[in-house]
Each structure stands twice: as structure tokens, then as C-alpha cells.
């Protein structure tokens, strides 16, 4: 992929799922990866197989709901790479299913803070040092649940809304100034996002990544993790040089029905 070979990445969340496979894609195409996450042994395995893969990468603690956390993650770039090209803000967490008014405030709270208030910290955080360095990408890791409403998901719908919301707006600030702002909304895809959700009734049979849910899915299966790494890579690199702003569906043609 055309721009990634020998620039700076950041990836959050990047212990597993997703944003473990989009490190390890970083990584392969070349670029330095800063592995952050609030899981350390998960993290520091990501570190592993990037290292065994003969790339280069170094792990970072971060809560992203904690903003002071965020600019160490992004310092630790600047420290280690000297720069910073490209982040994938795509730390994030799923409650159980719950109505709206069985959603406990201390739930709502925390889901917001890890997947709205964290995307808006990481980027508060990564712009400065990008338009600094002459420019960049950032990929935040929206949903499907970011274009389309969810019964008994709402906090995490409200969230993903507010990231699609963010990333247009952000982009649209930093469109003159050499760094692009794009999002994916990945539908149902395997990772252990499910296993990790808290709160809500967590009633496996009435979550969206069961395998009820992929009668929803036009190709009829849920992604694999790497799936979505290859679109935050494209995102990233010089052949999106005209793209900014957008949030990319890549659930197997979930948003066309
Ligand atoms: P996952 O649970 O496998 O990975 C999420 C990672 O984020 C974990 O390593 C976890 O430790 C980390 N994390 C959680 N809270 C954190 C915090 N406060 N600070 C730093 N790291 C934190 O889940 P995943 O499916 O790979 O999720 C990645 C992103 O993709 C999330 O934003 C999620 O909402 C989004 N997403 C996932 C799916 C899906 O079907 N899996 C669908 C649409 C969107």
C-alpha cells in the first residue's frame, strides 16, 4: 500500500480484535507502531508478533477516557519514532443489551467516555503533532451502529453517532491543513468485543454479533478482524490522498439493504 513504509502509526485498542489486526498491518506495511491499550499483557503480545514478523513496535498503557493518559500514548510516539503519521482511534466497548431506561448512569457514563470522549482525546492529542510533521491520517473506529439505530443499544449507538459526528467535523477543520479525517463502520465482526462487554442484561441471544445477526449481512458472515485493518490501512495511505471526512461501511453490504 502506496505511503505507510517508514511512518509512525498509532493504534488503540490495539491488544485484540481489530485494532490488534490493523497494528499488525501497520507493522507489514512497514510503518513504526505505537501498540497502546489498557490491557498490557494483550498489548505487549501485540508487540510480540509484530516483533517476530521483524517489525518494529512498542507498547503503551492508555485508558483513552483519561486525556492525560492519551498525550502520554501520543509523547511516546514523538519519544520512540520522532513523529507521528497516522492513528486508528479505535478503542472501544459494548454494554449488554439494555432499554434505555435500564441503563445504569455509571454505564452510560463509562461508555461514553471510552468510545466518544477517547476519540475526541486521542485526536485532541495526535492533530498538533501531525500538522506539525506536515500532515497525516486518522482513522477512527466507528460502527454500523454509527449510521443506523439499534433497539437496546442506545448508549453505544449515541456513541458511534458521535463519532461519525466528530470525524466529519474534525475533518472539515483540519481539510487545509494536511491531515485527512476518516472513520469505518465495520459491521459484525469476530473479535472478543462481546466477551469483554459489561452492564445491560449481557443476554448473549439478544447481542448484535450473535449468529443471528448475520441474516442482517448480505454476504451472510460476519468479517474477520483483518478485514477491517486492510480499509483503516487504505484510509491511510497515499491512494485516499482525496479522501477525507467519510465514514466507510465495511460490513458486507449491511448499509445497502
Ligand atoms: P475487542 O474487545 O476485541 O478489542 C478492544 C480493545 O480495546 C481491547 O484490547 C481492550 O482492552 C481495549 N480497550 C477497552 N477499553 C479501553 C480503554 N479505555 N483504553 C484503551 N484501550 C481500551 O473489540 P473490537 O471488536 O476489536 O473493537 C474495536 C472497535 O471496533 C471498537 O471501537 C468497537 O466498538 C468497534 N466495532 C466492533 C465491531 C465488532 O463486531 N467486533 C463492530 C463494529 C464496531
Known amino acids: 500500500m502506496n505511503g505507510l513504509d517508514g511512518k509512525v502509526a498509532v493504534v488503540t485498542g490495539a491488544g485484540s480484535g481489530i485494532g490488534r489486526a490493523t497494528a499488525l498491518r501497520f507493522a507489514a506495511e512497514g510503518a513504526s507502531v505505537v ?6 499483557d494483550e ?7 509484530i516483533e517476530d514478523d521483524g517489525g518494529a513496535a512498542t507498547f503503551v498503557d492508555v485508558d483513552v477516557s483519561d486525556a492525560e493518559s492519551v498525550q502520554r500514548m501520543v509523547d511516546t510516539a514523538v519519544e520512540t519514532y520522532g513523529g507521528l503519521d497516522f492513528a486508528n482511534n479505535n478503542a472501544g466497548i459494548l454494554t449488554g443489551f439494555a432499554e434505555v431506561t435500564d441503563i445504569e448512569e455509571e454505564n452510560w457514563d463509562r461508555l461514553l467516555d ?13 492533530l498538533p ?10 482513522v477512527n473506529t466507528a460502527s454500523e451502529a454509527g449510521l443506523v439505530g439499534m433497539g437496546g443499544l442506545s448508549s453505544y449507538v449515541a456513541s458511534k453517532h458521535g463519532v461519525v459526528g466528530l470525524t ?4 472539515l477543520e483540519y481539510a487545509g491543513r494536511g491531515v485527512r479525517v476518516n472513520a469505518v463502520a465495520p459491521g459484525p465482526t469476530e473479535t472478543n468485543i462481546q466477551a469483554n462487554s459489561r452492564g445491560g442484561s449481557a443476554d448473549p441471544s ?3 454479533f450473535d449468529t443471528s445477526a448475520m441474516v442482517n449481512v448480505p454476504m451472510g458472515r ?3 478482524p483483518e478485514e477491517m485493518a486492510g480499509a483503516i490501512a487504505f484510509l491511510c495511505s497515499d491512494d485516499a490522498s482525496y479522501i477525507t471526512g ?8 449491511q448499509a445497502a439493504d
Open 35 to 40: 501498540v497502546a491499550d489498557i490491557a498490557e
Open 43 to 49: 498489548g505487549k503480545e501485540t508487540v510480540e508478533l
Open 114 to 126: 471510552v468510545n466518544l470522549k477517547g476519540v475526541w482525546a486521542c485526536m485532541k492529542a495526535e
Open 129 to 138: 503533532v501531525m500538522e506539525e510533521g506536515g500532515g497525516g491520517a486518522i
Open 168 to 171: 466529519k467535523s474534525v475533518a
Open 206 to 208: 439478544s447481542m448484535p
Open 222 to 224: 460476519a468479517a474477520k
Open 246 to 253: 467519510h465514514t466507510l461501511p465495511v460490513d458486507g453490504g
